[in-house]
């Protein structure tokens, strides 16, 4: 059974930077896709970014060239770095997993979210 654990949030300043760190026991790390997601209040959760097993990122509009996903499988980790970040990046963050390469899959394996405030 996959469990998530996300880490590194906190409060930064307008144009700061955090590193997210999400951390997933159990075996078969490598072969699930993984996401941020993010909920902020008054606004629907939104998928922020996403790497496929094989590396592929992809970025809601919002955070590109902002955000950077990558992966370290021998560590059974996923990162989200962020930088020049904006007050309305402020939200909690969630971990996310789904099997690669089902097109049906849905992301059903979640973090229990670390929260990022961004305020001066």
């Known amino acids: 059974q996959v469990q998530l654990v996300e880490s590194g949030g906190g409060l930064v300043r307008p144009g700061g930077s955090l590193r997210l760190s999400c951390a997933a026991s159990?075996?078969?790390?490598?072969?699930?896709?993984m996401g941020w997601y993010r909920q902020s209040p008054g606004k629907q959760r939104e998928l922020a970014a996403t790497i496929t097993s094989g590396g592929t990122t992809n970025y809601t509009d919002s955070v590109k060239g902002r955000f950077t996903i990558s992966r370290d499988n021998a560590k059974n980790t996923v990162y989200l770095q962020q930088t020049s970040l904006k007050s309305e990046d402020t939200g909690v963050y969630y971990c996310a997993g789904k099997l690669a390469n089902l097109s049906l899959a849905i992301w059903g394996y979640w973090g229990q979210g670390t929260q990022v405030t961004v305020a001066s």
């Open positions: 159990g075996s078969f790390f490598s072969i699930y896709d």
